[in-house]
């Protein structure tokens, strides 16, 4: 159910902010290992995710809300699967391209709306589920990397590390979804952005928790160069932040699956800066791909309106 306008200005801008989000962690991704890449997403978050709240509670005075008993563990849940989802995103990059790898983790439009079936009773219409279908198609489309493929070479080509890897992050990222939208239900307030604004400033602190604790233990030495690398990691924090509180703002007011399929306009924004930021060369058929979503998105919209 809708229960807000907002979620749609909220998913087209925490496309934008995620793909440039992205596309920095690369670089950082470069110069970092794994765990200690996806720990900055956390790490220089946390201000930012701090002082949007407290932003929040300026401009809108008043005492914060009362939380149910499953909140914490709704967060948790929620910020362990985007951590897991981070690090199989990262590791299809090291395989494939800054796009191709994205394209992969795309398919978490058509989990997430499985998954949200089965576990939320989210239902959506049969023009939403053709849009879901033509999503995917699309980015399937965009995960050849220009080269013409038939069918057996297609099918040969998701069991590459890479597609094995984005695919996974597209199921952790739907997880994370399902976690995320109960811990917004789990806030006592009927402002969205408020109840994502909260679910968001604790969540990046546990996962900090995690993934750091995690690096600390097995990679000890790791440590010392995320705090090194601060002026692009802050970067990743801040975007991350931004990014995450307007996921989580479209999560709070409609369906995990809606949200998801329409947040594939991130697509867009990927190839944007696949092709300006990290100089990668756009094929025609990754083009084509791009159509396939736009109309995907479309079509989600008409099913949804």
């Not at 991704?29 to 946390?46: E, F």
């Amino acid at each position: 159910m809708i229960t807000s306008p907002i979620w749609l200005p909220a998913t087209l801008v925490a496309g934008a902010m995620q793909a440039w989000r992205t596309a920095v962690q690369r670089r950082v991704s470069d110069s970092l290992s794994l765990n200690g890449a996806g720990l900055v997403r956390y790490l220089y978050g946390i201000p930012f995710a701090l002082v949007l709240l407290a932003a929040d509670r300026l401009l809108f005075p008043g005492a914060l809300p009362a939380l149910q008993a499953a909140f914490l563990l709704f967060c948790a849940a929620g910020g362990l699967a985007q951590i897991i989802a981070t690090n199989l995103l990262i590791s299809a990059f090291r395989y494939r391209n800054f796009v191709v790898g994205t394209a992969y983790s795309k398919t978490e439009a058509v989990q997430g709306a499985i998954l949200s079936f089965f576990l939320l009773g989210e239902n959506l219409s049969p023009l939403s589920w053709g849009g879901i279908g033509c999503g995917v198609a699309g980015v399937m489309l965009l995960s050849t990397g220009g080269r013409k493929m038939g069918p057996m070479d297609f099918l040969r080509a998701l069991g590459q590390p890479a597609a094995v890897a984005g695919i996974a992050s597209g199921f952790f990222f739907a997880l994370t979804a399902i976690g995320i939208r109960r811990a917004t239900q789990a806030v006592d307030t009927p402002d969205p952005v408020l109840a994502a604004l909260i679910v968001l400033a604790v969540t990046m602190p546990m996962q900090t928790v995690l993934q750091g604790g995690w690096l600390l233990v097995r990679e000890p030495g790791e440590m010392r160069r995320v705090f090194t690398s601060w002026r692009v990691s802050g970067q990743v924090g801040l975007l991350s932040a931004l990014g995450s509180a307007c996921w989580f703002t479209g999560f709070a007011t409609a369906p995990v699956a809606l949200v998801r399929i329409v947040g594939q306009v991130e697509v867009a924004f990927t190839m944007a800066f696949g092709h300006f930021y990290l100089r990668e060369q756009m094929q025609r058929s990754e083009a084509a791909g791009l159509l396939l979503v736009a109309a995907g998105v479309v079509l989600a919209l008409a099913g949804a309106l």
